[in-house]
């Protein structure tokens, strides 16, 4: 099976920066996801990652090392919106999308 | 609107009925699954179904029954509901399975068994 880590809970000010670690073991490793899920909300896409190194995408990026079986997703210039459930999501084989926990962040005045 | 839609929103169920969770999407997707989401455990597979007429058992896909007549339509059903079965219940579509292949999710149905 998979095992995925991230942390639970995440507080940070507008205007700053918050990076979302997560940890994975996993075989057959086809590439990692990140969503977003607003409370009481569907998750929706943020990024994918299968090759190692940084994917930068307007005011959030995310990063994949492989060989370290890492990720994290960095949020820059919060915003109040920002607050959500971040699920980090791991992909083996074809079709088999494995879940963390994922991390509540909250963003502060 | 192109997506994904989920039937009903939410739901209260009394242990041991049967129900059939509806789920359409609209973007010709080959792909569907679906998964539960618990406090603390994170989404879980339940089945997916690569292609109409096809599908297959995910993680935790006891008490569970799919079926896949077209490409649209992919029903959920609990032949006999449990209150372990009390979750929130997402359908998604992706185009294809593979590799870069990113899932859409539906707004999700609260399902409460008593």
């Known amino acids: 099976g998979q095992n995925i880590d991230q942390p639970t809970e995440m507080t940070a000010t507008e205007g700053a920066i918050v990076q979302i670690n997560c940890t994975y073991q996993t075989s057959g490793f086809n590439g990692l996801f990140w969503y977003q899920q607003h409370a009481g909300e569907a998750p929706t896409f943020l990024s994918y990652n299968v090759l190692d190194g940084l994917e930068e995408k307007g005011r959030f990026s995310s990063f994949l090392s492989r060989s370290k079986g890492y990720s994290y997703l960095l949020l820059k210039e919060l915003q109040m919106k920002d607050s959500a459930s971040y699920l980090c999501?791991?992909?083996?084989?074809?079709?088999?999308?494995?879940f963390g926990a994922g991390t509540t962040v909250t963003v502060r005045a | 609107i192109a997506g994904i839609t989920q039937a009903p929103t939410s739901q209260i169920l009394a242990a041991g009925r049967r129900m059939t969770l509806r789920c359409t999407q609209d973007?010709?997707?080959?792909?569907m699954y679906w998964y539960r989401q618990d406090l603390g455990l994170g989404l879980r597979l339940i089945h997916y179904s690569n292609t109409a007429g096809t599908t297959g058992k995910g993680e935790v896909p006891d008490g569970y029954s799919v079926s896949r007549a077209n490409t649209d339509d992919f029903p959920l059903t609990l032949a006999s509901a449990v209150p372990s079965q009390t979750s929130v219940y997402f359908c998604a579509s992706s185009a294809r399975t593979g590799g870069s292949d990113t899932q859409y999710f539906g707004p999700g149905t609260r399902l409460t068994v008593l």
């Open positions: 999501a791991v992909k083996s084989g074809d079709y088999k999308l494995s």
């Open positions: 973007m010709r997707h080959n792909a």
